[in-house]
């Protein structure tokens, strides 16, 4: 099987169970069958033209055959012959190039029997998952084949397009023709016509014939021209010579005619043949272009997914950060409510109300400055969490904006490809744009995590040291 053939397997990377593998599959078989139908039918109109096409070529060969032997007078008009197997050779081509399409149709649709084939295997016994070299190989193999039936459809549109031309020039070659043998051709009957020129070779031979008569015929054996009879058939045959002479310069005039017309066809033919390795060398260089960017897009793709898993692994991070933060301020509380027993239980064995007031009161301004404390954490954690919001949607939304770019992407394949390549750089910008704020605001963010962290555990450290030095003076004392 041919690479191009290979890419009609080529799934989507979203998908992943088996039903929707079914649905796709169905999908795709849909559309490969409707455009065979079409290939088909094209294929169909393409024989028939050249049927009827072939039909002119033998029907003209053999009138010009007729032509030419008829009269050896107008030997020259080989040029038209020459124009008409040219055109026959153009045929033959054509014809050719019909089969070769012929062929690539029936390969697609032995690709499509293995298509179902394949799905009635997957039905009958489905796999849990499909592995990823495989999925890319169906990728590849899908995108060959969707460009080659491109190819081959731009191709039949072609060689409609030349064998319209060809069937213009048969028109105009039949015309010519009819010019040349006479203008009623259908009129006169085919079985008793032997063509008007002929009839002119017929009365040309006549006269030659009495030409020679009368120069051998002696002076004295001549009839005298007192004879009304003799003088009129003469006065007849010299009028009829006259007719001849000028029907024959007529006859050479078309044919100057029809030569100039061949000369005209020919260098249009060559004009033709120009455009047509112009044109050819133009799609080669689109086919380059949209090879290369097809590559772009995909190299776009790869990065875009790999800043949505780093932009993912650090969100999965700060959530980690959050959570130990959120241990931590918890185990401060455990500790503000064990200070708070421990110095209700000091004060009940303190026998001296001084200590028991001081302790009091300094306890409280230690209680009002880690309240403000937890106030301003608090906020500056709701601020984090905002934030962290934000990003999230952001992300959310540079998500979207990916798939909604990769179905355009998918969409998009067989529409004009630069309209496709600028939008898609202008959105790449944007996301890569979107996503160094996004990564900014990430390391703002963790930068801020790391500056509470480290000044909770410095808090935790002054708190539990002021405790123990209130132990130990309340111990001395």
């Given at each position: ?14 998908i992943i169970f088996p039903n929707e593998l079914n649905r796709y599959l169905k999908e795709q078989i849909i559309v490969l069958v409707q455009e065979n139908a079409l290939l088909q039918r094209n294929v ?57 399409f012929k062929t690539r149709c029936s390969k697609l649709l032995t690709v499509i029997e293995d298509l179902k084939t394949k799905k009635e295997e997957h039905l009958a016994n489905p796999e849990p998952s ?348």
């Amino acid at each position: 099987m041919d690479e191009n053939e290979k890419n009609i397997l080529e799934f989507p990377s979203n998908i992943i169970f088996p039903n929707e593998l079914n649905r796709y599959l169905k999908e795709q078989i849909i559309v490969l069958v409707q455009e065979n139908a079409l290939l088909q039918r094209n294929v169909e109109e393409t024989e028939q033209k050249r049927a009827e096409l072939e039909k002119l070529l033998t029907e003209n060969v053999k009138k010009q055959q007729d032509n030419t032997s008829v009269l050896p007078i107008f030997a020259q008009t080989s040029n038209v012959n020459a124009k008409v197997i040219e055109l026959s050779k153009n045929l033959r081509e054509k014809c050719s190039e019909l089969e070769k399409f012929k062929t690539r149709c029936s390969k697609l649709l032995t690709v499509i029997e293995d298509l179902k084939t394949k799905k009635e295997e997957h039905l009958a016994n489905p796999e849990p998952s499909i592995q990823n070299e495989e999925i890319e190989q169906l990728k590849r193999e899908n995108k060959q084949l969707q460009d080659k039936l491109v190819t081959s459809t731009s191709k039949i549109l072609q060689k409609k397009n030349e064998n319209f031309q060809l069937k213009n020039q048969l028109r105009h070659m039949e015309k010519q023709l009819q010019q040349e043998t006479g203008t009623d051709l259908q009129q006169i009957n085919s079985n008793t016509w032997k063509g008007r020129a002929q009839i002119i070779a017929d009365l040309q031979e006549k006269n030659r014939v009495l030409k020679e008569k009368l120069n051998k015929t002696p002076a004295a054996a001549m009839i005298p021209h007192g004879d009304p009879k003799v003088c009129s058939k003469i006065v007849f045959l010299e009028q009829e010579n006259l007719t001849l002479k000028e029907h024959n310069e007529n006859l050479k005039q078309k044919i100057d005619a029809s030569k100039s017309r061949s000369k005209m066809l020919e260098i249009e033919l060559e004009n033709l043949k120009g455009r047509l390795q112009e044109s050819a060398g133009r799609s080669q260089n689109d086919m380059e272009l949209i090879s290369s960017l097809t590559h772009q897009l995909r190299e776009s793709d790869q990065m875009k997914r790999c800043a949505i898993k780093d932009k993912d692994l650090t969100i999965d991070r700060l959530k980690l950060q959050l959570n130990d933060c959120q241990i931590q301020i918890e185990n401060y509380k455990l500790l503000m409510k064990k200070s708070r027993r421990n110095s209700v239980t000091d004060v009940g064995i303190e026998t001296e109300p001084v200590y028991f007031c001081e302790e009091r009161v300094a306890l409280l301004q230690l209680l009002e400055m880690y309240k403000n404390q937890l106030d301003q954490e608090r906020n500056e954690h709701g601020k984090t969490q905002r934030n962290f919001r934000i990003e999230r949607r952001k992300t959310v939304k540079l998500e979207a904006a990916i798939a909604k770019s990769t179905a355009d992407l998918d969409a998009t394949n067989r529409t004009s490809y630069t309209s496709l390549s600028q939008s898609s750089k202008m959105d790449d910008l944007n996301i890569k744009h979107q996503l160094e704020i996004a990564e900014e605001n990430i390391k703002v963010l963790s930068t801020r995590l790391q500056l509470e962290q480290n000044e909770r555990k410095r808090d935790f450290d002054e708190f539990s040291s002021i405790l123990t030095e209130k132990k130990k003076t309340n111990q001395a004392n």
